[in-house]
């Protein structure tokens, strides 16, 4: 198991989350369930496993040698922590406002408590301890040798169809937070009416950002625009045949979010423009891509549309 393994969520994410179905309900309510067990923070993404695994799209992937390779590859990542990809049907990824490197997930599934937990004692590559905290038994996933590069894990199982991983730390927070000692995602206003918009997609980000986090995203290479004024970034990515990419940068004046389109509606073109004439035919499904997005200010919004065919996206894995 590599060192990243948090990171391979994140990835498990952006795949598609899963190769197989999973037997709870899909998500609901918004995904308010899972936004209780997650501590207050400043990012949240929430993904409805049932829905991608479902579509056209991920049925095309999946058929990509590389992208079924991808999937494998984090199926091992997982099996080293016992569980299965197939357990989980949805998910949350929770981001504390200073630490964006330790996310915390909480995970709805069909989980075998009893066979998880034996198929991590029976694994020699770790160690696996346990500990009270608030009557939950927190579980923690640590390295069987000294040096091997294994990241320690925490997890804890809220019932039967309930879970959370993290760090240590994370963990213990979202039970603080599931039994109402500290605030919840759940009681983030912003967080969650920016979650609101688009509850049937099949997955859902939010990001609260401070003036200091937003400026810093620049790049030399680039002529990107001042995001300082840039307060919340939300969106949707839903799939069926294909992508479909929806993006909100909520600004704090209207002058602010015209300046930024006009300059992103630059770069695009910029973008477009300079692929379009390599002629390479490996470029087609990235050109595609950037013909179909669409930004413009709209009071003190920055709204980003985008899709991409599933044909289009199977050319840019090949």
């Known amino acids: 198991m590599k060192r990243k393994m948090l990171a391979a969520i994140a990835m498990m994410v952006l795949l598609g989350a899963g190769i197989g179905r999973a037997s709870a309900a899909p998500l609901t309510q918004g995904g308010n369930e899972l936004l209780q067990a997650l501590p207050d923070g400043g990012a949240v993404i929430l993904v409805d496993v049932q829905k991608v695994t479902a579509s056209n799209l991920w049925s095309a992937l999946i058929a990509q040698g590389r992208f079924k390779s991808a999937v494998d590859g984090i199926q091992s990542e997982f099996s080293e922590l016992g569980v299965k990809l197939t357990d989980v049907n949805s998910l949350a ?3 504390t406002s200073t630490d964006f490197r330790k996310p915390l997930v909480v995970l709805t599934g069909g989980f075998n408590q009893d066979d998880l937990l034996a198929r991590l004692r029976g694994n020699q590559k770790v160690k696996l301890s346990s500990e009270k905290y ?3 038994d927190l579980y923690t996933v640590t390295a069987a040798q000294p040096g091997a590069k294994i990241q320690d894990v925490s997890f804890a199982f809220y019932d039967a169809a309930t879970a959370v991983a993290g760090p240590a730390a994370g963990v213990r927070a979202s039970i603080d937070a599931k039994s109402g000692a500290k605030p ?37 290479q680039l002529p990107l625009p001042d995001f300082s ?3 919340m970034v939300f969106g949707t990515v839903d799939v069926g045949s294909g992508l479909e990419l929806t993006a909100t940068l909520r600004n704090d004046t209207a002058e602010h979010a015209k300046q930024i389109a006009e300059r992103l509606n630059g770069v695009l073109e910029m973008a477009r423009s300079y692929l379009s004439a390599t002629g390479d035919p490996k470029l087609v499904g990235v050109v595609t891509a950037l013909k179909s997005i669409t930004i413009a200010g709209v009071d003190i919004d920055v709204k980003i549309t985008g899709s991409l065919s599933g044909e289009a996206l199977a050319q840019m894995l090949r």
Request: hydrophobic residues 50%; proline residues 2%; without cysteine.
């Open 93 to 95: 990824i929770g981001f």
């Open 134 to 136: 608030k009557d939950f």
């Open 184 to 220: 919840s995602a759940s009681q983030n206003a912003k967080l969650v009416a920016a979650l609101s918009g688009n509850p049937a997609a099949a997955i859902r980000f939010a990001m609260a950002l401070n003036s200091g986090v937003a400026g810093s995203l620049q790049s030399s």
């Open 229 to 231: 004024s840039v307060s």
